[in-house]
Structure formats: structure tokens, C-alpha cells
């Protein structure tokens, strides 16, 4: 009967050894890396007027279990002007993305700010848009 119990005491025992080490094992897996979530995607400029402030803030913040790090931020044309943080952002902490538009060009616009990083939620597409009145007289 001892040996009965003591066999069932071994067995309890190593069987929670096992899932310990699966559940470790398990964990590392699952670690999620850096990831960059931004507060908005698009900035709508709305109606502006010619030769204002054409800076606006993209507000990011690392949501991932890593250190996050820029590493660029590609402009679709010369008109806009893009400040990327050469900062490092450990999980929870953000940052701003300042992007300028030059409003002495009037009219429509839409234009791509793409921000490439180390996240595991790849490249990131910032799009500015508004329209800019003529000057005036």
C-alpha cells in the first residue's frame, strides 16, 4: 500500500515537473516583440490657409513586450517634411512623429508619410490631407 502511494506521489510530481517546463518553454514562444500603434493613421488638415503652420503630430506608442526603434521615415514627395525620433521606446512608453507640409503650395492635398521600424506589425502608412485656400489679396 506505501508503494502504491509513493508511486502515486512520483507520478504527481513528475507530471507537474513536465507541464512546468512545457510552460516555460511555452512562454518563450509567445513573447511578443516590439509593435508600434499609432493614434491615428490620417490628419485631416481640413481647410487651411495659404502660408500656415502645416506641422502636425502623429502620436505612436510601443504596445509590444520589446524595446521599439525607428529606423526611417520615407515622404512620397519633397513637400512634405517628416522629423523622425532616433529615440529608443521600451514597452508602453511613445513618442511623436512631427510631420510639415509645405501650405505655400495651394490647393487639395494628400500626401504618405511611411515609417519603418523594428515592430513586428511591419511599416506603417501616415497619411496627411487637406486643402489649402489661395492667398489673400
Known amino acids: 500500500m506505501k508503494k502504491g502511494y509513493a508511486l502515486l506521489l512520483l ?7 513536465m507541464l512546468a517546463q512545457v510552460k516555460s518553454s511555452t ?15 490620417v490628419y485631416d ?15 505612436f506608442k510601443n504596445t509590444g513586450g520589446e524595446d521599439l526603434f525607428i529606423t526611417e521615415c520615407g515622404k512620397s514627395c519633397g513637400c512634405t517634411t517628416p522629423d523622425c525620433p532616433k529615440d529608443i521606446y521600451a514597452p508602453g512608453k511613445g513618442g511623436v512623429i512631427k510631420v510639415k507640409y509645405a501650405t505655400d503650395r ?32
Request: proline letters at 4%; a positive charge; charged letters at 20%.
Open 11 to 17: 507520478t504527481i510530481l513528475t507530471a507537474g515537473i
Open 27 to 41: 512562454s518563450t514562444v509567445l513573447a511578443k516583440g516590439p509593435e508600434i500603434t499609432f493614434e491615428k493613421l
Open 45 to 59: 488638415y481640413g481647410t487651411i490657409e495659404h502660408n500656415s503652420d502645416g506641422v502636425r503630430e502623429f502620436k
Open 106 to 137: 495651394v490647393g487639395p492635398f494628400s500626401k504618405t508619410v511611411t515609417v519603418s521600424s523594428n515592430a513586428t506589425n511591419g511599416t506603417v502608412t501616415l497619411t496627411i490631407k487637406g486643402n489649402v485656400l489661395e492667398p489673400k489679396q
